[in-house]
Structures are given as C-alpha cells and as structure tokens.
C-alpha cells in the first residue's frame, strides 16, 4: 500500500481512497451540533511507513456527504505504542 500513495487523485472520494488504498486500518464515527440536529461523518485512518517512520494519515468526510466531499486530510507520527507493528 505505502506505494500507492502517490498515485491517488487529487479530488478524493470515499471510493477513490479505497479503490487505491483498501480498507482503512480504523473507522471513527464523529459528529457536528448544527441547529437542532447532528450531522455525522466517519475519520479513516491508514497506517503508512511501517517499518520506518510510521505515519498516521486520517481522512475526515464532511458530514452527511457519503464519502463525495473530504472535509479534512492530516498527516501525523505515530509513537510506537500506537503502531499497529505490535
């Protein structure tokens, strides 16, 4: 997978991430007040690097978007305790 990561495009979908990447490592619902109701979204997580610098790339969906609009993409280190290499 860590070799794919330079070929997904540059408008991302729910189903582009998973067509290059596969399934996320981990799925974390989360949720927004707006008014008189929540909105939820999903963060998905995959692990990259492993075996050297571990990094950890979660992608927030927008709220009630299905997976068509990325509301957020962040790159992070992962201490070892975290890494999914244990």
């Not at 509301?71 to 999914?84: F, R």
Request: charged content about 30%.
């Amino acid at each position: 997978r860590d070799n794919r990561w330079d070929t997904l495009p540059t408008t991302l979908t729910a189903r582009d991430v998973i067509h290059q990447l596969g399934a996320p490592d981990r799925i974390e619902p989360f949720s927004l007040k707006s008014s008189d109701q929540y909105d939820w979204g999903d963060r998905w997580s995959y692990f990259r690097g492993l075996g050297r610098q571990t990094e950890e790339v979660i992608f927030s969906w927008k709220p009630e978007s299905r997976g068509e609009e990325l509301e957020s993409l962040l790159v992070q280190p992962v201490d070892k305790v975290y890494s999914p290499r244990f």
